[in-house]
């Protein structure tokens, strides 16, 4: 029957995956009811991950154990977003897209994308003839899924138990692992992804190592499209004065989870190479707020003023105060 279909599941989990995002898809279209949409996208991970380990049939070790540790992020994330959507109401994700079919659609596909591509290590798995023995790299891809998971997991609890408190309406959270890192949730959901990757590479050969685009979609996704971009932008534009959330900024990684001690000593470059501190995250605040540049004696020159006057920019300076590294 696999081979009937497609030998690596590639065309099943495509038509399964269109078919589950249209038929939701259309619920929310003709409904305008969006609180589905990330059950939607969680449950149909682990339809793919049950559907080919059953359709295979071979069930070997590995084979149980990737497609059981997909059942458990699948199934907790998607109660979890189902639960605090219905609990807070409607999703403002999409203000701008329930009486716009085309923006609607778009969406739906990108999710579609979005599930498809990050099962692909489980669906080669699943789909694959070998079995070699358990070895180390499992090990230690099931231990980076089951860190990842915790991470994510508390996270989502930590922030929704701080929002939840009415003493904390219009703040930002900055409580427990969310003191270490900006969006620790997003590192959890990108630690485990790769996870699943390491312990799926004993069974790739050939093309089929290209099944860590699954992973790195997900990276990218997060970090420069619908995740950490949109909320650093909707962050800034509510607390952009507030000298306490500029501050936090300075000293909180991104992602990473980093003591903020060591993390706000930090080059800025080094922070932008190596810890993910891209400037678009900073786009919102002024720019002395994320600027490292160096000078003599610690002096720099700020810019303090813009104008377009006769076609031509005309740049007001000024000396700013000693320069402190963050």
């Not at 038509?15 to 009811?33: D, E, H, M």
């Not at 996270?155 to 003493?167: G, I, M, R, V, Y």
């Not at 992804?193 to 590479?201: K, L, P, Q, R, Y």
Request: hydrophobic share 50%; net charge positive; glycine share 6%.
């Amino acid at each position: 029957m696999a081979g009937i279909i497609d030998s690596h599941f590639l065309a099943l989990t495509a038509i399964v995956t269109v078919a589950y995002q249209l038929f939701f898809f259309l619920i929310t279209a003709l409904l305008r009811f969006d609180k589905v949409t990330d059950f939607a996208g969680s449950t149909n991970f682990v339809i793919l991950a049950v559907l080919t380990l059953v359709v295979k049939g071979t069930w070997n070790f590995r084979q149980v154990v990737l497609s059981i540790l997909v059942l458990i992020w699948g199934l907790r994330l998607g109660v979890f977003l189902l639960m605090r959507i219905i609990h807070w109401g409607e999703d403002h994700r999409f203000d701008k897209m329930r009486n716009n079919l085309g923006k609607l659609a778009v969406f739906w596909v990108f999710q579609a994308m979005w599930v498809w591509s990050v099962s692909l290590p489980v669906t080669v798995v699943n789909a694959s003839n070998r079995d070699p023995s358990i070895r180390a790299v499992d090990i230690i891809g099931w231990i980076m899924w089951a860190l990842g998971l915790f991470i994510e997991t508390t996270a989502d609890q930590q922030k929704l138990n701080f929002k939840d408190s009415p003493e904390n309406k219009g703040k930002w959270c900055d409580v427990g692992i969310w003191k270490y890192s900006r969006h620790p949730n997003y590192f959890g959901e990108i630690l485990l992804w790769w996870g699943m990757f390491v312990a799926a590479t004993p069974v790739l050969e050939n093309a089929e190592w290209l099944v860590v685009f699954g992973p790195i979609f997900i990276t990218l996704l997060l970090l420069f499209l619908s995740g950490i971009p949109l909320l650093e932008k909707s962050a800034d534009k509510k607390f952009k004065n507030v000298s306490a959330y500029r501050q936090y900024k300075k000293t909180t990684s991104p992602l990473i989870l980093l003591p903020p001690a060591l993390y706000g000593n930090l080059p800025t470059w080094f922070k932008s190479v190596f810890l993910f501190e891209f400037p678009i995250y900073n786009s919102g605040l002024p720019l002395e707020n994320y600027c490292d540049l160096k000078a003599p004696d610690f002096w720099i020159v700020a810019i303090k003023a813009l104008r377009i006057e006769g076609g031509s920019i005309r740049v007001e300076l000024r000396y700013s105060a000693r320069f402190q590294r963050y």
